[in-house]
């Protein structure tokens, strides 16, 4: 049964990444379908909780077999029904520099997975939160679980862990059920799903052998990737926010609505993930407001702000009304002005990302040498991926700014700690735009040249 859950998670997923549009690449349609088959998963979970319908396998599992019967049916009455389509865009040119770079990120993958089958959650915030919230789930049937009898109301920082949006307690939910010893098979479904999509997505705008450089380079950011085999929420947000905004910008180029509905469905489960995600609606609204100067089209935009919005005011309507608790002390309601506070909070930011090279590698250095370096054709070209990072950055860094930290805690460990983790959302779209902007595409053709003709 183990397995088999994991086949109909990823399968419900690629049914419905099939049903949103064919023609995309198997490689992307493997990456989208591990993802989205959580996204689902913790879908199902809630509807079941506000039907009153008992969280378990049974009921999980019928929800993926009813979709995916409907993705199917819906296929086969287009004539498009087939369980692996190839592409002209599935051929992977080969060179021995490719399989380097292959054998490399799948030695990396491999003690990932192992970390990940044989090491139980140790993380503070997991075993007191996240895990055991999936735990909760497992045994009881509900999101609503007794925990929260156990903990007073009054005390932010002994509930918040456990009144997150569903995503990541769900997904370690659904391996207990499923019978697995460990939740962080979880992260490793996850996290493939992530390099797939990454991989897949990457190639649309440079050849295979690039893709794969840059696929490595982003997978072994070190701290990011010593998340991978953690079984904290930073990081399941991260793979979905960044992947939903490269979708976002790819159709933006190349003007496919396939992937503004995939960015659509991903930014959902962002949003189901952590409630910070909120902040990364706010950053595209000046994204969608230069679209709309270059294209005079607004309704896609407005529809996409809405629905990315629900998850957002559906749990908070949730979390108010049937758990009865809040975790609102963490954060000062009023804006206000502190010079001292502030310079502390965005100089702590600044240290953290430009620092030292042990949490981010070359990331954040190659993005602001590669936007230098682009001057006109950043504005030109790709204005959409650098207004949205220097945006959501400024705003995320905002909130801890707004935070008390009489309830918080010590801004420097909620720095070193929190704030560390979120820039995770941060490095895939860095990695992009530094393989993708048009200096680097520039380079990229004079490289190939020369190695051609020599």
Same mark, same amino acid.
């Given at each position: ?339 001292? =506070?502030?310079?502390? !909070? ?7 990302? &430009? +620092?030292? %090279? #042990?949490? *981010? ?19 030109? =070209?790709?204005?959409? !991926? ?7 950055? &400024? +705003?995320? %860094? #905002?909130? *801890? ?54």
């Amino acid at each position: 049964m183990t397995i088999l859950i994991l086949l109909l998670v990823f399968y419900a997923g690629y049914s419905i990444v099939n049903l949103i549009h064919t023609q995309f690449s198997i490689v992307e349609k493997i990456g989208f379908g591990m993802i989205i088959g959580f996204i689902l998963n913790a879908v199902f979970m809630f509807l079941l909780e506000i039907l009153d319908l008992p969280i378990n396998l049974a009921f999980v599992s019928l929800g993926f077999l009813i979709l995916i019967g409907i993705s199917n049916f819906f296929l086969f009455k287009k004539r498009d029904f087939k369980l692996l389509k190839i592409e002209p865009s599935d051929k992977i040119q080969f060179t021995f520099a490719w399989f380097l770079c292959f054998f490399i990120l799948l030695y990396l993958l491999y003690g990932m997975n192992m970390k990940n089958f044989f090491w139980m959650p140790a993380e503070y915030d997991s075993v007191t939160g996240y895990d055991l919230m999936g735990k909760m789930i497992a045994a009881e049937g509900t999101m609503n679980a007794s925990i929260f009898t156990y903990y007073p109301y009054s005390n932010a920082n002994s509930i918040a862990r456990f009144i997150y949006p569903p995503f990541s307690a769900s997904g370690f939910g659904l391996m207990y059920l499923a019978g697995f010893e460990n939740s962080k098979v979880f992260m490793t479904m996850l996290y493939l799903g992530f390099i797939f999509s990454f991989y897949g997505l990457i190639r649309k705008s440079i050849n295979d052998t690039w893709a794969i450089f840059f696929t490595l380079l982003m997978c072994i950011t070190p701290e990011m990737f010593s998340h991978s085999s953690l079984a904290l929420s930073n990081l399941p947000n991260a793979i979905l926010t960044s992947i939903s905004i490269i979708c976002l910008i790819t159709y933006f180029d190349n003007k496919l609505s396939r992937y503004f509905w995939l960015s659509l469905l991903l930014m959902v489960g962002s949003m189901w993930s952590r409630s910070d995600s909120i902040i990364y609606i706010i950053a595209l609204v000046p994204v969608f407001g230069f679209q709309f100067l270059k294209t005079k089209e607004w309704k896609f935009s407005v529809i996409y702000m809405l629905i990315a919005f629900l998850p957002f005011a559906i749990w908070s309507i949730y979390i108010k009304g049937q758990v009865t608790v809040n975790s609102s002390e963490f954060f000062i309601k009023t804006l206000f002005w502190d010079g001292e =506070k502030f310079s502390l !909070i965005f100089g702590k930011a600044i240290e953290i990302i &430009l +620092g030292q %090279t #042990m949490y *981010y590698g070359l990331t954040f250095y190659l993005f602001l040498l590669i936007m230098a370096l682009n001057s006109v054709d950043v504005v030109l =070209k790709q204005i959409p !991926i650098v207004v949205f990072v220097l945006v959501a950055w &400024l +705003g995320y %860094t #905002m909130l *801890y700014y707004q935070m008390d930290y009489s309830y918080a805690g010590s801004s420097e460990v909620i720095m070193n700690s929190s704030y560390k983790r979120g820039m995770f959302n941060f490095v895939p779209l860095c990695w992009f735009f530094v393989a993708t902007s048009p200096y680097s595409l520039k380079w990229f053709g004079k490289l190939n040249q020369w190695l051609f003709k020599n």
